[in-house]
């Protein structure tokens, strides 16, 4: 027996719809300063290796945006079918398994590229280039192309963080991650420029070595996370793959609710389903989200309570084979 | 802990205070170090002009734009040049080693990554299309003060041939 869904991909709360926009207008912004940047990137790339690793990070940096884009439009507009009865709330689920998974191989790219150099204790050649006239040292031009590829990915990562909080948006906040490994990538790019220009060929692997444990930290992080989501684990949260805080106290309300019985949460997509094995739904049924434990205006992430009875001639509750 | 305190390790990731700290330092140490960019890790330049000599290897015959790169050369770091020939392979080797400053040879348009030195411009082209023979020179990579000061030249030489 199930409890009517108060909420569905299709039908979420309008404040949040609201919000779900904005980030949608955002991540627009997100494509277009990440396609700017790949173009400068790839005009100054010259023989560094950095430079050549950052460069593909900043395209991999695509796949989150793009990612969040395709899910939040099946989201809103994707409707049941007979094909898809569920709809396509767990589009995003996906989206966050292939974004953590662009994030922990630019990582793992990042950092194997590093300890080759190293290992190889590769020179880079630096050389100069002719502009208006004039022969400059290729790293000036390598130092201002990663400035300009720090700046949008700091202003937009720090953008998204409060609406994939609000969103409950394990997608978005991924994306933030990319955008964080992004910058960082670009201050490790600078820094390692700088060092080659002062003749410390190392510099650049070094710290390049350095940020990459960071990035590759973060999307297994990431990877572990989404695919608990993915394997219907108990919805973890948005920065962890620890239990979230949310599903922790919906879980000890429905066990304070219904005592005995066995109780399983998962999540689809920002929405949390939860079953109740081994019990008869109350009557009268007081709604889905009289159940939820934390503030109001956050119970559209409780999107439905299934009640699974135990079945007199089985000595398991049903469903649970 | 709630999500918003969970997170909130990431968010000062973001903030100012980092950045702001990252990029005074970076701009100080440009400013510092300015004039020494870029440097040579085995200071190459540095010891052509404490040696003053240029060891240079190069096949029998070069054309007069080398010669013209290398009086070019020798006017700048105060050098004069010391000449090997032989096959070009083991003279790139030779670069490679650390044995010899410069090599000044002929390469196919196609092929001029066949050797991991650093390459300038095209001082002389014979040919044309893909098969053209290119002469440029090749330095130990990575010796970036020095490769700068040979590009700068190359070029020169190949613009007053033109």
């Not at chain 1, 009865?85 to 194997?112: H, I, K, M, Q």
């Not at chain 1, 962890?240 to 304070?256: D, K, V």
């Not at chain 2, 003053?52 to 004069?80: D, Q, V, Y």
């Not at chain 2, 002469?135 to 590009?151: D, T």
Request: one cysteine or more; glycine letters at 8%.
């Amino acid at each position: 027996m199930s409890a009517p869904t108060v909420t569905t991909g299709e039908t979420l709360p309008p404040p949040l719809l609201e919000t779900l926009k904005r980030a949608e207008r955002l991540e627009y912004w997100n494509i277009f300063w990440t396609i700017t940047i790949v173009i400068v990137m790839g005009l100054v790339l010259g023989q560094s290796q950095t430079m050549k690793t950052a460069w593909i990070e900043d395209t991999l940096g695509l796949v989150p945006p793009i990612a969040f884009l395709i899910a939040a439009k099946m989201e809103r507009r994707g409707h049941k079918s007979h094909k898809f009865p569920f709809g396509f709330e767990r589009v995003n689920g996906l989206g966050f398994f292939l974004a953590a998974v662009a994030l922990a191989a630019t990582g793992a790219l990042l950092l194997w590229d590093s300890a080759m150099t190293l290992v190889k204790a590769e020179h880079a050649t630096v050389g100069t280039v002719r502009l208006f006239g004039q022969d400059i040292w290729l790293g000036w031009l390598m130092i201002g192309a990663q400035f300009y590829a720090m700046i949008p990915p700091m202003i937009i990562g720090r953008k998204e963080l409060p609406l994939a909080e609000e969103l409950a948006d394990k997608l978005l906040h991924t994306d933030a991650l990319m955008n964080k490994a992004n910058w960082m990538t670009g201050a490790a790019g600078i820094a390692g420029i700088v060092g080659l220009g002062l003749g410390w060929w190392w510099a650049d692997s070094v710290a390049a070595a350095f940020i990459s444990f960071d990035i590759l930290h973060d999307g297994l992080k990431a990877i572990r996370s989404s695919t608990a989501e993915l394997v219907d684990g108990t919805p973890r949260g948005l920065s962890s793959p620890a239990i979230s805080e949310e599903a922790e106290a919906l879980q000890a309300m429905l066990e304070e609710r219904y005592p005995g019985a066995s109780i399983r949460l998962r999540e689809t997509g920002r929405l949390i389903r939860a079953e109740v094995h081994g019990c008869h739904a109350p009557e009268p049924y007081p709604g889905t989200a009289d159940h939820w434990p934390g503030k109001v205006e956050r119970s559209w992430r409780l999107a439905q309570i299934s009640f699974v009875p135990v079945e007199s001639n089985r000595s398991e509750p049903e469903g649970t084979r | 802990m709630t999500e918003a305190a969970k997170i909130e390790p990431a968010r000062g990731l973001h903030g100012t205070v980092v950045p702001r700290i990252a990029i005074i330092a970076i701009v100080t140490l440009l400013l510092a170090a300015c004039d020494r960019f870029p440097s040579d890790p085995e200071q190459s330049l540095e010891s052509i002009r404490s040696r003053g000599t240029i060891r240079l290897g190069a096949p029998e015959n070069i054309p007069p734009e080398a010669s013209a790169l290398l009086r070019r050369l020798e006017k700048e770091t105060g050098a004069r040049t010391l000449r090997r020939s032989g096959e070009i392979e083991p003279l790139l080797q030779a670069v490679e080693d650390g044995d010899i400053d410069l090599v000044i040879a002929p390469f196919r348009k196609d092929t001029p990554s066949a050797t991991a030195n650093a390459l300038s411009p095209p001082i002389r082209t014979d040919g044309r299309g893909d098969k053209a023979i290119e002469w440029r020179a090749a330095m130990p990579s990575g010796e970036n003060r020095w490769i700068s000061l040979v590009e700068v030249n190359a070029r020169q030489v190949a613009g007053r041939a033109k």
